[in-house]
């Protein structure tokens, strides 16, 4: 049984760049969260996708933007980088319902924006 | 909103027994989980607790107060293995299981 996806596992921009990150969920689910964790930090809510819709948005901007296939992959694309967006980008998967809210996290997307 | 702290970084012998603490501030409580993360992978869930009281998982235990918004997590048997950071991390009534992590507790172990 797979577990949570990503792709790529590492990658390198410049400032203004635009980057697409993957994710595939475990199987089974059919939401996909995204989170971004800085350095010594913990992750920070991104979005949530559910039903190929964003259900939820944590306080990013707009160059932050997001995906959800019929397959209940996601991918999560960031315009106009900035040295900040330096971060593990993870993707966490979970089913629609509210009963339990435990996540399973992908391995995550090391960005590194110079 | 949200607001969760838990201590930078603990240290403790192999062995022993190491407790990391965790407040949190929250409109509407709805769980609280506990993350362990090694340094360049990903967070992986230890456990989860609604009501007040004390959960036991094997080595680990977490417990819960919400009346002081105040969990810990409880670490027996120290293995060099467990020196990792420990996220602490709410759920609101307001949230589709979005959850709100704090900044981690970084824990190391020595021989």
């Known amino acids: 049984d797979a577990g949570v996806t990503q792709s790529p596992t590492h990658l390198i921009k410049t400032r203004g760049q635009q980057v697409t990150l993957r994710c595939s969920p475990k199987?089974?689910?059919?939401?996909v969260s995204w989170y971004q964790q800085a350095l010594g930090q913990g992750p920070q809510f991104i979005f949530q996708y559910y039903e190929e819709e964003e259900r939820q948005r944590g306080n990013f901007p707009d160059r932050f933007s997001g995906h959800q296939f019929p397959n209940y992959s996601s991918e999560l694309n960031v315009n106009a980088l900035l040295l900040g967006d330096s971060a593990l980008y993870l993707c966490?998967?979970?089913?629609?319902?509210?009963?339990?809210?435990?996540?399973?996290f992908g391995e995550g997307s090391r960005l590194t924006v110079l | 909103g949200q607001n969760i702290d838990q201590p930078t970084e603990m240290t403790a012998t192999e062995g022993a027994i190491v407790q990391i603490n965790c407040t949190y501030q929250?409109?509407?409580?709805?769980?609280l989980f506990w993350y362990q993360q090694h340094a360049g992978e990903a967070p992986t869930f230890l456990s989860y607790?609604?009501?007040?009281g004390l959960e036991e998982k094997g080595r680990f235990s977490s417990f819960l107060s919400r009346s002081k918004g105040y969990s810990y997590l409880l670490l027996k048997e120290l293995q060099m293995k467990d020196s990792a950071s420990y996220l602490c991390?709410?759920?609101?009534?307001?949230?589709?299981?979005?959850?709100?992590f704090g900044a981690g507790t970084q824990v190391v172990v020595t021989p």
């Open positions: 929250t409109s509407g409580f709805n769980g």
């Open positions: 199987s089974g689910h059919d939401t």
């Open positions: 966490a998967s979970s089913s629609g319902g509210l009963t339990t809210g435990e996540l399973f």
């Open positions: 991390a709410v759920r609101s009534t307001d949230s589709w299981g979005k959850l709100q």
């Open positions: 607790n609604v009501l007040d």
